[in-house]
């Protein structure tokens, strides 16, 4: 999903520096044809130091604005919606199988 999260955008002016590796066009992203990257947000970065970021991070490194979600983390009300599955799944199959459950389960 990090790729479909970005916009492609021509390199600028020559003293615009990456924010994530404070250089400007390395000799990488000049062989790649400069490709810079924008985020959502409207940051810019070069497409490799923000593709990588972003799977590391999933959120933007200027503004912390998310950019990727990450379905292996539940928010809050998926979390409380597994909890109350699992509360009837405990009162028809007993503690064994909630216990599989919860380890399987981001809880
Ligand atoms: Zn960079
Ligand atoms: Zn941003």
Known sequence: AVAEALKIVEALADELNCPICLQDDDDDTTAAGGTWKE???????????VERWLHAEGSCPMCRRQVVTKPTTPDTSSVASLRSALADIFEAYGQDVVTELQQQLPL
């Open 39 to 49: 985020t959502p947000c409207g940051h810019r970065f070069h497409g490799r130091c």
